[in-house]
């Protein structure tokens, strides 16, 4: 069983920055791809950015050039940092871990980012 909690949301003004955190609970960045996902109210859930066991990134054209995402093996953490945040970016953000070989996922439990003059 992997437990993802998710930290540092909150509010921004655009042109803003934050940094996600999510915490797993055991060495899990060897075997997992790591990703992060949004959901804006009304709108399906939808990839941000993703980091495989590998260290390859990839993006949601959205978030190309704004948005970083990275691991750190050693703490079991994963970090999404967001630059020159729009209105558009406001949304519950979830942490995911989906297994290289069984690809079976586990998710967070969110953290909003509201991004609002």
């Known amino acids: 069983q992997v437990q993802l909690v998710e930290s540092g949301g909150g509010w921004v003004q655009p042109g803003g920055s934050l940094r996600l955190s999510c915490a797993a609970s055991g060495s899990i960045l060897s075997i997992y791809t790591m990703g992060w996902y949004r959901q804006a109210p009304g709108k399906q859930r939808e990839l941000v950015a993703t980091l495989t066991s590998g260290s390859r990134t990839n993006y949601a054209d959205s978030v190309k050039g704004r948005f970083t995402i990275s691991g750190d093996n050693a703490k079991n953490m994963v970090y999404l940092q967001m630059n020159d945040l729009k209105s558009e970016d406001t949304a519950v953000y979830y942490c995911?871990?989906?297994?290289?070989?069984?690809?079976?996922?586990?998710w967070g439990q969110g953290t909003q980012v509201t991004v609002a003059s």
């Open positions: 995911s871990a989906r297994h290289d070989y069984t690809a079976f996922s586990y």
